[in-house]
């Protein structure tokens, strides 16, 4: 997961106080339960990605032409299949 459980928290409060900063938004919860929901909407979402990322990882480690991680060919196969496997996950 590329962020903290503490980052994860900070940018949650800062996004709530955001929202109520904002005339045009009311918020229908608690504060601290809107700000939970959105803890847990971005910690699924980086698990998401934690899973794409090694999903996409062992793809590239099973090709027959050994690929070096970091090169202008890994790098670009990684982003065509992360992006592929994250639409699939996005399709509702």
Do not use: P
């Not at 996004?15 to 847990?40: F, H, M, P, S, Y």
């Amino acid at each position: 997961m590329l962020l903290s459980r503490e980052k994860i928290n900070h940018l949650s409060k800062l996004i709530v106080n955001g929202l109520e900063e904002e005339d045009t938004v009311r918020l229908l919860a608690e504060q601290n339960e809107v700000r939970l929901q959105i803890v847990k909407i971005m910690t699924d979402e980086l698990k998401i990605d934690d899973i794409v990322d090694e999903e996409v990882r062992k793809m590239l480690n099973s090709y027959s032409k050994k690929l070096k991680e970091g090169s202008n060919e890994w790098e670009v196969l990684y982003r065509k299949h992360y992006e592929e496997e994250m639409k699939k996950r996005r399709a509702f």
